[in-house]
């Protein structure tokens, strides 16, 4: 087994050595992004193993700190975090897919780091979130692993022990960089960030008005800098962003939810009911508390191009991110998508649009990507990818106008070639003969005077041709 290894290692370090990128088409590219990257999750989860073996082969009290130092070093990682994933290996060793799924390449370092503290307190929900994590990022995987957590807890007395770890700490590194770190109730967080990102709204106008152009994270900071340091506190006026509040009217109306319910604020985790109950009660003009009776919303149709307030609520539930399987970017950064070409329908109907980020409205406008059919969050694939729903279509950002066609060259008439009738055949001509001679005489000449007319007052009008692009606008 080791001179397997040693050799795994110098066919990899060889191949590593002599990969040359540019020589390589962008399809092939992207195949050895995915391929590479399987590899070394798996290499990384067979250390991982390695090392928790080790630590429970030591017959000392520190043999897992020792474990740790190992793969610390190995791995080029700290301490803390090479503990944390021998303790992530034995959490996940009573849940076979787990353990499957992370030989198989399946599963990074980060997802066992989440995945392994949700199966130790919920061993039912391992299939679901191991599922879940090979199609979804981080940050979704994330907030899935937070719900299972939160079922079958008292909400309250989560909140409880939430509201009693609060902390807000600074620190600046050698480099000279001020950090800040807060940690609180999801609902006070959705507080502050409505307020930084109100206000952020107005420094990215004023920015963009100057010619500016910086990180929409660097317009957040200057925000927060603001609204800390002014004295009758920041307004801003030109955008608006709300806290958006998703829960089942059963949930609500009870106190608190069961089962599958949904009690969340949007991009912040699972909440208790009374944490809504206080919002709500507070006044706040932006928040916005999106409830059903149902998991499915009923289709909304209007005429006009934008959906309408009702429509946009429904979406607000449907896609607290973006519809792109794998995307976490959240709703307030989304753009509403009609999946056939309002130009073409006129009509704004809810089973028919979808939410999505900048990037892959992007992709989807100039270079032909699409979701797949379905609804909620699907994969979004190329026109290449047999899943796509349309043909491979070309979308390019600006199609150049086609030149104007040039007139046609005069002619004179008697400087005309002879006529060559010898590719002809006599069935077709019978005044021709077997060897291709014109009976004609070729004495016979042409005047201008006896041409046939070819007066340029002759048009002719296409009626049956496609309409011009104005008729197409609209």
């Known amino acids: 087994m080791h001179d397997r290894f040693e050799q795994l290692q110098a066919d990899a370090l ?55 130092h190992h793969l610390a070093a190995a791995a080029g990682i700290g301490h803390g975090r090479a503990r944390a994933r021998i303790d992530a290996v034995k959490k996940l060793s009573s849940c076979p897919e787990a353990v499957a799924a992370a030989r198989n390449g399946e599963l990074s370092d980060d997802q066992v780091l989440l995945l392994s503290d949700a199966i130790g307190e919920k061993p039912e929900a391992a299939a679901g979130l191991v599922g879940k994590a090979k199609t979804s990022s981080l940050k979704e995987l994330a907030d899935e692993v937070a719900r299972a957590r939160a079922e079958g807890r008292d909400q309250e007395e989560r909140r409880t ?27 006070d967080g959705a507080k502050v960030m409505a307020a930084v990102n109100r206000h952020a709204g107005s420094i990215f106008d004023q920015a963009r008005s100057d010619g500016r152009h910086d990180r929409l994270d660097a317009y957040a900071f200057d925000a927060l800098v603001a609204l800390a340091t002014s004295t009758g506190g920041a307004t801003a006026t030109s955008t608006r962003t709300d806290i958006l509040v998703r829960v089942d009217l059963s949930a609500l109306l009870r106190g608190y939810s069961v089962d599958d319910e949904v009690c969340e604020i949007a991009g912040f985790g699972p909440v208790s009911a009374q944490a809504i109950f206080d919002m709500m009660s507070s006044g706040d003009p932006f928040l916005k508390a999106i409830v059903t009776k149902a998991k499915d919303v009923v289709s909304i149709v209007h005429l006009g191009r934008r959906p309408n307030a009702y429509q946009a609520s429904a979406l607000d539930w449907l896609f607290p991110t973006c519809a792109a399987q ?31 980020c900048r990037f892959h409205h992007d992709l989807k406008t100039y270079e032909g990507w699409r979701l797949v059919p379905g609804k909620g969050k699907r994969p979004f694939v190329p026109p290449s990818d047999n899943r796509h729903p349309g043909s491979p279509r070309t979308y390019p950002r600006r199609t150049p106008p086609a030149p104007a066609p040039r007139p046609p060259t005069k002619t004179p008439y008697n400087s005309l070639p002879a006529a060559d009738h010898s590719s002809l055949t006599p069935a077709l001509f019978p005044n021709t003969d077997p060897q291709g001679n014109d009976p004609c005489p070729s004495s016979v000449s042409a005047t201008p005077s006896s041409a046939p007319s070819t007066s340029s007052s002759r048009t002719s009008t296409s009626t049956g041709g496609p309409p011009s692009t104005a008729a197409l606008t609209g």
């Open 14 to 68: 060889a191949l590593a050595k002599g990969f040359r990128p540019e020589l390589l088409a962008k399809a092939d590219l992207e195949k050895v992004v995915v391929i590479a990257g399987r590899i070394a999750n798996a290499m990384s989860a067979l250390a991982n193993l390695a090392a928790a073996h080790i630590a429970e082969s030591e017959q000392s009290h520190n043999g897992e700190r020792k474990a740790g």
């Open 161 to 187: 022990a939430v509201r009693a770890g609060r902390s807000l700490r600074s620190w600046t590194t050698p480099d000279g960089t001020w950090h800040l770190h807060a940690q609180g109730l999801p609902e």
């Open 326 to 356: 794998g995307c976490p970017t959240r709703a307030e950064h989304l753009q509403s998508d009609h999946r056939e070409d309002w130009s073409r329908t006129h009509v704004t109907v809810l089973h028919l649009l979808d939410r999505l």
